[in-house]
């Protein structure tokens, strides 16, 4: 893919500035247009860019000079000019048009661009009134049957704003990535922390009134909280993200329409009002399609992205059309886990990902999704498998179903992204867990927090007792970060890069382990 990265400076172009509009956008009946006159800064949230296709990507943004107090915008429309240039100085703008910032949907915009050339770097802003955004830059894909030769993203998740300062992020926008998939917990939903530890220190707060999310407004300032971090918006400016939502992003371990340690088939319609607004705020702060907007409160998030010959990555929904917890959640020695009828994904997306798997045409086919699908057995007791069913654990025969649709399908280049557990694990994906030798037939890579968890360290003394339990996980680690993707036809690389700490700004990063797949031969092995 053709390389043009922006360097810090020209990401915060115009950041934090009230610049005269260079075009005036056409008005909307009943808008806000140029004439507008913002006392400060509306773009105090930054820009996105999301949903890569090799023709173009949605772009992002979201009017809002009071961010954590609703927004602070009026009760009306406004027009917002874009522009999409294949410069960074924009001299020279292949697009450009109007867009209306609904105020029922907090001012965000999402703007769908298409006709642009595929592999290639663009560069976007907008313009309201007499304010300007920063620019970002967005790399569309390669053309449907392209032969592609390396396609380079990273994979990032969980980030709490009370647990740690978002510093992966920043180096993560000096990566030069093509694409950035997020697994979810975007957001926290809890109310403030109450004590702090040396183990799980206080690092930043939230404002005062702040309170665990349950309204549309609630959800929608603690995107705006989020959202004002630098860091996370350098790194939305550098790329464009694929995002997927967890547990956090409404309530912690919740599944379809039940809250945590809730079975069916009672729902509480408190929880189904909190999911409903839960899911429109995290719709309209993501750069995503008009297709995903909530229906009857149901976001339509699977779906897949295809990079020329080279890769499919399919993006899974664990949440929405889960079967309910077995043995009521938590860590269980559950037999109901393998009950036929339990699903992660439930059974219109497994027919659609089953499918996708008989039309693959491409040497790798990636699940990015949030929970472990690994076994993860933590047994004292002999004989006994004790794993934790809000993971892939919980709906074994779900599991088992998606391994042999893989085999069916002769899928080649198998291999899972996660999130979800705040460290970074990897392993190998065995057809019979219970089997140390049943066949490989992929590998997952589980990508650590941001923040979530705090510092950590780089490992526990309790791992190598798991790993004698889990033979197939090869690699394990307990420290923030992310972690860096480099795919070739025959051989996919995963870096582990990492911070020493998160609890102070600016620390440095590296990379912790460097861990490879071949396409033909499926299994973990250190570089």
């Known amino acids: ?136 830059r967005a790399r569309t894909l390669p053309a449907a049957g392209a032969s592609a030769k390396q396609v380079r993203f990273g994979a990032v998740g969980c980030q709490r704003w009370e647990h740690g300062f978002f510093t992966a992020y920043r180096h993560l926008a000096d990566e030069d990535f093509d694409f950035v998939f997020h697994s979810g917990d975007y957001i926290y939903e809890y109310g403030p922390m109450k004590k702090s530890t040396p183990k799980r220190p206080i690092v930043r707060t939230m404002p005062d009134g702040f309170k665990a999310a349950r309204t549309l407004q609630d959800y929608r300032n603690r995107y705006a909280l989020y959202k004002s971090d630098p860091d996370l918006q350098m790194a939305h400016a550098s790329t464009a993200f694929i995002a997927s939502f967890d547990d956090h992003e409404v309530a912690n371990d919740w599944k379809g329409q039940f809250e945590e340690g809730k079975i069916e088939p009672s729902p509480s319609p408190a929880f189904l009002k909190r999911r409903s607004a839960a899911l429109q705020a995290w719709y309209e702060h993501m750069p995503v399609r008009r297709t995903m907007r909530p229906r009857r409160s149901i976001i339509q998030s699977y779906r897949s992205f295809v990079i020329g010959r080279l890769m499919t990555l399919n993006i899974l929904d664990t949440r929405q059309f889960r079967t309910g917890p077995a043995c009521d959640g938590g860590w269980q020695a559950c037999p109901d886990a393998a009950n036929p009828k339990r699903s992660l994904l439930g059974a219109a997306q497994e027919r659609w990902l089953y499918d996708q798997f008989a039309n693959s045409t491409t040497r790798w086919n ?59 694990w990897a392993g190998d994906l065995k057809l019979d867990f219970a089997d140390p030798a049943s066949q490989t037939i992929g590998v997952e890579f589980v990508a650590t927090s941001i923040s979530a968890g705090g510092n950590g360290a780089d490992t526990k003394k309790s791992f190598k007792r798991l790993q004698g339990l889990n033979p197939h996980i090869k690699f394990y680690n307990n420290q923030r970060g992310y972690v860096r993707h480099t795919v070739t036809p025959e051989r996919w690389q995963a870096d582990f890069r990492i911070l020493e700490t998160v609890s102070v700004r600016d620390a440095p990063i590296k990379t912790r382990i460097s861990l490879v797949s071949n396409r033909k031969s499926p299994g973990i092995r250190k570089l």
């Not at 074994?396 to 291999?415: N, W, Y």
């Open 1 to 136: 893919m053709t390389s043009g990265k922006l360097n810090r400076r020209d990401l915060l172009t115009g950041a934090g500035t009230v610049a005269i509009a260079l075009a005036a956008p056409a008005l909307a009946e009943g808008a806000f247009g140029a004439s507008l006159r913002f006392k400060s800064d509306p773009f105090t949230l930054g820009v996105a860019s999301g949903e890569p296709a090799s023709d173009g990507f949605v772009i992002w943004t979201r009017l809002a000079p009071e961010p954590f107090n609703g927004g602070g915008m009026p009760s009306k429309p406004i027009n917002v000019h874009y522009e999409i240039a294949t410069d960074a100085a924009f001299k020279i703008i292949v697009q450009s048009g109007d867009v209306v910032a609904d105020h029922r949907a907090a001012h965000t915009v999402h703007v769908e661009v298409g006709g642009l050339g595929p592999s290639r770097d663009y560069h976007y802003r907008f313009i309201a009134g007499n304010a300007r955004s920063p620019a970002g």
């Open 366 to 424: 990636a699940l990015a999704q949030q929970v472990l699908m690994m076994r993860l057995n933590r047994s004292k007791i002999a004989d006994e498998i004790e794993t934790h069913m809000d993971k892939w654990d919980g709906a074994v025969a779900g599991r088992d179903r998606l391994f042999r649709a893989a085999l069916a399908a002769r899928l080649p280049g198998l291999v899972t992204l996660t999130g979800d557990i705040h460290n970074n």
